[in-house]
T-cell receptor, first 116, second 114 residues
Framework: AQTVTQSQPEMSVQEAETVTLSCTYDTSESDYYLFWYKQPPSRQMILVIRQEAYKQQNATENRFSVNFQKAAKSFSLKISDSQLGDAAMYFC?????????????FGTGTLLAVQP | EPEVTQTPSHQVTQMGQEVILRCVPISNHLYFYWYRQILGQKVEFLVSFYNNEISEKSEIFDDQFSVERPDGSNFTLKIRSTKLEDSAMYFCASIILREKGEQYFGPGTRLTVT
């Protein structure tokens, strides 16, 4: 069974600094997607970044980038130049590419605090 | 930009009552999902829906739950007889094609069962 693990329940970063959130996953599939979703206090789920497993290049979206290590089954999120608006719960998620349903499997989340 | 909408934003109901949570997915999307998030916990998959039938459901999605796409726009989740433990945030999501990967989430409906 596929699982997603986020070992950091809480993290804190100073404004303008860089922080890295960790995520590991377990799967026997070779082709899949990985995502980071942000959930602010409003509880809306917002897609931050996605990575396709067949792509070796790490995805980047402005201040957000990932370090995807397929052999190690690791998918960390780096937030550069942290802003107060980055404070939120961050969920790592996985889905099988081309699977019957593409359901998302989520980790337990990391609560990120940004200190002014 | 098109978005997934959900109504109501907050529903309070008494134990044993039926509730229907409504979602309007993005218009050209083909796959639809419901997820649940109990307060302080992770988001859990409930059910996926494609071509007017359930394509997969989790063990949470028991006989008390049902989904329907009654017309070309709405996608509903019904809980027949609510329990206290059904109190959670319920998210609807949709995707245009399975190959695209990312799901677009609605803002959620907070269900409180008293």
């Amino acid at each position: 069974a596929q699982t997603v693990t986020q070992s950091q329940p809480e993290m804190s970063v100073q404004e303008a600094e860089t922080v890295t959130l960790s995520c590991t996953y377990d799967t026997s599939e070779s082709d899949y997607y990985l995502f980071w979703y942000k959930q602010p206090p409003s509880r809306q789920m917002i897609l931050v970044i996605r990575q396709e497993a067949y792509k070796q290049q790490n995805a980047t979206e402005n201040r957000f980038s990932v370090n995807f290590q397929k052999a190690a089954k690791s998918f960390s999120l780096k937030i550069s130049d942290s802003q107060l608006g980055d404070a939120a719960m961050y969920f790592c998620a996985y889905s099988v590419r081309g699977g019957a349903t593409n359901k998302l499997i989520f980790g337990t989340g990391t609560l990120l605090a940004v200190q002014p | 930009e098109p978005e997934v909408t959900q109504t109501p934003s907050h529903q309070v109901t008494q134990m044993g009552q039926e509730v229907i949570l409504r979602c309007v997915p993005i218009s050209n999307h083909l796959y639809f999902y419901w997820y649940r998030q109990i307060l302080g916990q992770k988001v859990e998959f409930l059910v996926s829906f494609y071509n007017n039938e359930i394509s997969e459901k989790s063990e949470i999605f028991d006989d008390q739950f049902s989904v329907e796409r009654p017309d070309g726009s709405n996608f509903t989740l019904k809980i027949r007889s609510t329990k206290l433990e059904d109190s959670a945030m319920y998210f609807c999501a949709s995707i245009i094609l399975r190959e695209k990967g990312e799901q677009y989430f609605g803002p959620g409906t907070r269900l409180t069962v008293t």
